[in-house]
């Protein structure tokens, strides 16, 4: 079974920063196509980022210019840099395959919290 465990959440105000890092159990990430989610209070999880395999990114509109995913196949990890974030990119945010090719398990998440 695929273990996925997010960390790099935290508390950080409008205009901040932060990175993510998503690891695996295995060396299974550094084949797949991987994204990352997010689930805003009372809202269904959505995926903000995709990387193929290749390193060929995706982004949704909302994140579009301020989100960087990027990925170290070496290891076996994927990245999501943050800049300009917004209150409203709140939420837990989780790692797993691209979900047009399947979904492991899902990981704890890691809490991002844009407030001031």
């Known amino acids: 079974q695929v273990q996925l465990v997010e960390s790099g959440g935290g508390l950080v105000q409008p205009g901040g920063s932060l990175r993510l890092s998503c690891a695996a159990s295995g060396s299974i990430i550094s084949f797949s196509p991987m994204g990352w989610y997010r689930q805003a209070p009372g809202k269904a999880r959505e995926l903000v980022s995709s990387?193929?395999?290749?390193?060929?990114?995706n982004y949704a509109d909302s994140v579009k210019g301020r989100f960087t995913i990027s990925r170290d196949n070496a290891k076996n990890t994927v990245y999501l840099q943050m800049n300009s974030l917004k209150p409203d990119d709140t939420a837990v945010y989780y790692c797993?395959?691209?979900?047009?090719?399947?979904?492991?398990?899902w990981g704890q998440g890691t809490q991002v919290t844009v407030s001031s």
């Open positions: 990387i193929s395999s290749g390193g060929n990114t």
């Open positions: 797993n395959l691209d979900s047009r090719f399947g979904l492991w398990t």
